[in-house]
């Protein structure tokens, strides 16, 4: 039974019911449902990633080439194309469900890991951005009849070594100041806070709470949110917790989100789910550790330039619009309570700098982190996702830009690609007689191949010869996995009966085509920088690889498809979640943010869009592992002893 | 008729109405019909000046020594005695009605008389604290894609010289900001505004508004508010306006307001009142001159401690017991309309610092127009009213005290004194015949007496031999105006058919006996700061008096009876209300904002009260002109040739 144009939709597995009106399709049901569906395109029916199973009930869809024959016989639908029109019951197969995704932590981070020591390698002076300081004030007597306000900034300054001027006190607290001063009989703690050139009063307690104090650090990914929980006075990691950023029903990358934004006038909305995750994300930690909301102070967030935008609800509209501007990179301290973040109600919200429009906070907490700013040789900073944002320096200088390598590190534009999720094939061995080892995330069977996955997968056929260093599927091998369906060769790297989904796995000449440009986006971006500094190479002392893709990467295959420069991989260091560890730091020094100001400040951007060079780079970047070969010593060497090298359109003779 | 416990009011010669409960007295009912009745005492029944006439009905009263006999009879009551038990009509006499006071301004002060010259005079540079900014932004390129806010930080450095980390920018601005700078084609003004060590932008608006921006410079007085409207491009005074301030009814001096709103929960409505009053006169200033709210970006407040403290809702409870401390001295600036002030939403409210709960924001306001702070020799600065505060110093030290010096100088504890109102009588000359000459504010006939006619008056009587040194009036001189009445010797200033009221109007003993303490609480101060700097009289270089009663002052008369010390009075200046002039500075001089703040921290309070050379030195100055005649050698001549000194306890063989 319905009412009126209101329709039931059950979902399965997760046997959840949502009404919904007529005209609505069934991805905006899963939205409403708070269920993810796997989309990337955000619901403009080109990914074809969104496909669910109709048990029951009829829709109104459009004919799409996005589903085989197969599957439209099972009763497969887009459930973005899906318009309801009647009660349906909606069955999520498992490669369209999101589950179990690995989210990236620090690998080294223990509950109550002490940091201090973590500063101290990073050469920063261990001191919050907000500070619990508890004071025994001398209470006034006609000899001593100094003001409340004056007897609080004098305790202050004695104790803190603060001058005057800067203090800066909010009203509220001035209004309340006599009463706590009096009610706590003189004893307080004083909640300090930096904000610009100021030193702001932010609280006053009674008696000393100075043990009491936390922060929260926030990596605002694209994809996930992630958060620390830290008690500022120890400098002790108490907790860290991952979730998914809700935002991902409105598109998959951000440049969707953005599309959302504008055409359905939903910045609010936007900044709304994304405030909402950081609240529950803080809701969950601050419960598992008994801690109340009032006692956080602070929150530390970065991420790229358009989580950001959301988060603060600035117009990211000029962002994906020549000359692609973002509102600001420098965001002042605000209170949190003023975006809507609930932690005490005058905690401040410290939002880290972003560069330009497509290097974001999350590159300058990054490049924090690393302390790239203390290097004395040139050396490299790569976080690798849909954007690959590179970062050349050293103590001197820093160039950096952002190279749109696609979504093929992150599992999508691939036929089978996933994200590294549960049952994400992660290493894969290919044998000389093209035999397939794997393993896959959850040791559950296969449900197809996420990014590391797939790179791991183009080495090996390069070097077993499946394809050659233009990454053409070699027909002439012997073998069954190599097939041709549909006029395009592709290759199976599991059978269906191995399969934890209703096919086999298969990686097509378009996939390998794809992961190859995204390759090369990301080695051209290096090779612009290094240009750009009249350096080659070899000028390079180290690389450090971040982002939720560096910590899982074999470095040796990275440089065999021509990813990463061709240098021993002692030198390529994985450094984590950069973006996390950097918004830590801060918010245990302020040193460390003010590091983070000065390396926004002092990064120049270079824009690849705008650069015919660029395109020429990426040309030459788009085999394996170049065309220049030269510029892979040890690939040669590699390829040459496994005589795979005579395969292909090798082209040696063209200069880069 | 009445509907339960609720009667009506009708108050004469207003011919208001108003509705009471049972139980309120007809003082509270004037102030529900937003009636003025003069009252010192706030409602205690102790000062007597509330005397109404009950014209019709009944009340519950007390018995009262407040009213004589005659009073009685004519149906006289006091209203804060008078509890209302049914229907009323009250006639309220001239002598208790509150008009036509002369309230002070700056006498030179024209319309649109430019500031620049004054400013130039003071040596303060002409920098206002908020100020507006006209910019031509570059629009950016793929060559200049500098972030929105960014380009705009550039831009104010580039015109205004400013460090780009002491900027700051509002949350609110933020969001605005993309929308503001493409549809104003890049062209935008920016208001600045100075909040301690950061330069915020409190506004940008399209296009070139920079020609309007007016500031509200306002004095708090206990007993009237006066402001200025300034055009800040141009350092104009655009307009002046004053009103009596409304926490009157409350208490006429501020510790009966402090006592009233501690007794009455009524902080907030303290607040609201003198909110009130200011929001008023802001809205007459901008009617008249056709400005717009939004254009005032700034307002900065001068007042005493306790006024301070009611604009900002305060609590003052501690002002008034021991040790005496205010919350705070120094206010930090906040949104005006965090207070309820109406100017534009985001403009800013300066608060003129404190020294100590009796030498406020009108006091360093004052000694920074008058730029103490630039005096090569010791000078007085001293503002008489209720209390006298009183500042020695020069450019390198500034000590200062506040001498109760009781309310005779305003008209109160006297009996036909009144305030600088209509009908007050001003100057009085006495002839050797006792005949008394006289002028009224006003040129009508008189009501009372005011404190500078007083102080007149005294000195005339001393001259002409019907006081002595003591101030005791001589039984033995031959004239009818000398009476005794009720035990106690009165001289009749006016006789009843000459005045205004229903009774002559005479000078008691006690009269005399109030305005000597008055005048020997302020030489007093005087005397304990020159010595507390180890200095004698002659090293004075100069006085400046203030305040209400200072304009109106005869000094000669003034010395003449030892309020001021003796001196050429060519280097007696009157300064007028230097607490307006001091925040007028302010609001067009960051220099002058930061020498206020300077002065306030560097002034040394001396407590008075705890003070037992205080007592020996008010006891020394309780004669006229002095216990030691040495002090004052012009008054010594003067009285010497009218052979007037021989009356009186002369002390002469005392030292001070």
């Known amino acids: 039974m319905s009412k009126d144009n209101t329709f039931k939709i059950h979902f399965l597995p997760n046997d959840k019911y949502v009404e919904i009106e007529k005209g609505n399709t069934v991805l905006d049901a899963s939205h409403k449902a708070n269920i993810y569906i796997n989309s990337i395109c955000g619901g403009d029916g080109i990914c074809g990633k969104c496909k669910v199973i109709l048990s029951s009930g009829k829709v109104y869809k459009q004919t799409t080439t996005l589903l085989t024959n197969e599957e439209v016989e099972k009763n497969y639908i887009l459930a973005c194309e899906a318009g309801v029109v009647e009660d349906l019951q909606i069955l999520i197969p498992k ?49 001593d009849s100094v003001a409340d306000h004056e007897r609080l900034y004098q305790a202050i300054m004695m104790k803190q070594g603060v001058e005057l001027n800067v203090m800066q006190t909010g ?41 009491k104090n936390y922060g929260v650090a926030i990596d605002i990914g694209t994809t996930t949110v992630v958060a620390s929980l830290l008690e500022l006075s120890s400098a002790k990691i108490i907790d860290s917790e991952a979730i998914y950023n809700s935002q991902m029903k409105f598109g998959e990358d951000y440049i969707q989100r953005i599309i959302y934004s504008i055409q359905n006038d939903a910045l609010d909305e936007m900044q709304k789910t994304i405030v909402s995750d950081i609240n529950k994300i803080i809701s969950t ?52 309570a003023q975006v809507g973040i609930d932690i005490n109600s005058r905690g401040i919200l410290y939002t880290l700098p972003s560069v330009a429009a497509y290097v974001g906070a999350d590159i300058t907490s990054g ?53 590294a999720a549960k049952g994400a094939i992660e290493i894969t061995h290919i044998s000389k007689d093209y035999e397939v080892s794997y393993s896959t995330i959850g040791n559950v069977p296969p449900r197809g191949i996420c990014g590391s996955g797939l790179l791991d997968c183009i080495a090996e056929m390069l ?15 012997e073998t069954d996995r190599l097939r041709k369906k549909e006029d395009e060769f592709e290759f199976v790297l599991v059978e269906k009966e191995e399969t934890g989904i209703d096919s086999e796995i298969v990686i097509t000449q378009a996939d390998i085509s794809n992961l190859v440009r995204s390759k090369a986006a990301i080695y051209a971006a290096v090779s612009i920088l290094i240009e750009s500094m009249s350096l080659s190479i070899s000028d390079i002392h180290s690389v450090y690889l971040a982002g939720g893709f560096g910590n899982y990467l074999n470095v040796r295959n990275a440089i065999t498809i021509g990813m990463l420069p061709d240098m021993p991989t002692s030198r390529i260091k994985f450094v984590g979640n950069t973006s996390l560890t950097g918004a830590k730091m801060t918010l245990l020094s302020e040193e460390a943010f003010e590091t983070v100001q ?29 065309t220049n070969l030269e510029e892979f010593p040890s690939v040669l060497e590699e390829l040459a002893s496994q005589n795979t090298l005579s395969k292909g359109k090798s082209k040696l003779t063209k200069s880069p």
């Open 367 to 419: 490049s924090t982190a690393i302390r790239l700013d203390k290097e004395e040789m040139p050396s490299l900073f790569i976080d690798i996702g849909t954007n690959g944002e590179v970062v050349l320096g050293n103590k001197e200088w820093m160039v950096c830009c952002s190279a749109s390598a696609g979504p093929a590190f992150e599992g999508s534009g691939v036929r089978h690609g996933m994200r």
């Open 95 to 143: 490669e369209t469900r999101l589950e179990g995704k690995k989210i990236l932590f620090d690998q080294d981070e223990q509950h109550s890991l002490t940091w201090a020591a973590i500063l101290n390698k990073a050469q920063f002076k261990q001191d919050t951005l907000t500070k619990k300081v508890f004071l025994k004030l001398e209470p006034p007597t006609m000899d």
């Open 598 to 626: 000065k390396i926004a400040s002092q990064m120049t951007y270079f824009d690849l869009m705008g650069n015919p060079k660029y395109m020429e780079e990426f040309m030459s970047a788009n085999f394996l592992p170049h």
């Open 285 to 336: 930690l601050i419960k598992r550790n008994d801690i109340n909301l009032y006692d956080i102070t602070s929150i530390v967030c970065a991420g790229n330039t358009t989580m950001i935008h959301f988060l603060l609800g600035l117009d990211p509209s000029n962002i994906r619009k020549e000359p692609y501007l973002p509102v600001a990179n420098s965001i002042p301290p605000i209170r949190a």
């Open 463 to 477: 070097r077993s010869g499946i394809i050659d260093r233009s990454g053409n599927l070699q027909k002439s091998i």
């Open 171 to 211: 009203y509220r607290i001035l209004k309340q100041l006599p009463e706590t001063l009096r009610q706590s009989n003189w004893s307080v703690t004083v909640t300090l806070g930096h904000r610009g050139t100021t030193l702001e009063i932010v609280e006053v307690q009674h008696g000393d709470t100075s043990q």
